[in-house]
């Protein structure tokens, strides 16, 4: 099946630890994404990438970093410098500048 | 900060009416975009206007683009229940660094039988 994985659903991770959210995408997409979206809120962008080795924060890239190693994978780590880290994470792909994004499912994280 | 405004928040209406929903957008755009989500799940594109187009449709959507006022109605006629969702403009901005996807706030749709 083709498609974008986001892993795990739900994430659990205590104060002061980082954590890293999986994204992949098996489309062959240039672009991806990643969004936090925040209860009965729109969704912020983090970082976006369009090629491999290269990506640029967006609005709200405090406290997150990103990798583009292979052109499949955009992992998020949430850092502990992030300092309101529990939300909906979501991860999206495009092929070129002018097309539709496909999403994930989303990853919950939750501080505890 | 968002790139778009979406107007109204919510929007309560009755099976078999017509559902507008707005959005405002601040910079020059490539693209604008309409997706929907249900709760706690990811985005479903529906679909894309380019800048140089001024109105398309799909089914029982239809979308307008008007940038010399930076903004964009989504109609969505004959509503059924299972519409009821919440639905997001989205910007596509060619960049130095790609193409930059951003969201608007959202109306929250709710069609009743």
């Known amino acids: 099946d083709g498609g974008i994985t986001q892993s795990p659903k739900y994430l659990f991770r205590k104060e002061g630890q980082n954590v890293t959210l999986s994204c992949e995408q098996n489309?062959?997409?240039?672009?991806m994404y990643w969004y936090r979206q925040d209860p009965g809120q729109g969704l912020r962008l983090i970082y976006y990438?369009?090629?491999?080795?290269?990506?640029q924060k967006g609005d709200i890239a405090e406290g997150y970093s990103v990798s583009r190693e292979k052109k499949e994978s955009f992992p998020l780590t949430v850092t502990s410098a992030q300092k309101n880290p529990t939300a909906f994470y979501l991860c999206?792909?495009?092929?070129?500048?002018?097309?539709?994004?496909?999403f994930g499912q989303g990853t919950r994280l939750t501080v505890v | 900060s968002q790139q778009g405004e979406e107007d109204p928040q919510a929007l309560s209406i009755q099976e078999g009416e017509n559902a507008t929903m707005n959005c405002s957008y601040k910079?020059?755009?490539?693209?604008l975009q309409w997706y929907r989500q249900n709760s706690g799940r990811g985005l479903v594109h529906l679909i894309l206007i380019r800048s140089n187009e001024r109105e398309k449709h799909s089914g029982r959507l239809r979308v307008t683009l008007d940038t010399s006022k930076k903004s964009s109605s989504l109609l969505i006629t004959a509503s059924r229940a299972a519409d009821t969702a919440s639905y997001f403009c989205a910007t596509g901005r060619i960049t130095g660094g790609g193409n930059k996807l951003t969201f608007g706030t959202g109306t929250q749709l709710k069609v009743e039988l």
């Open positions: 489309l062959n997409h240039d672009a």
């Open positions: 990438s369009q090629i491999v080795n290269d990506f």
């Open positions: 999206a792909s495009s092929n070129t500048a002018n097309t539709e994004a496909f």
């Open positions: 910079t020059s755009i490539n693209n």
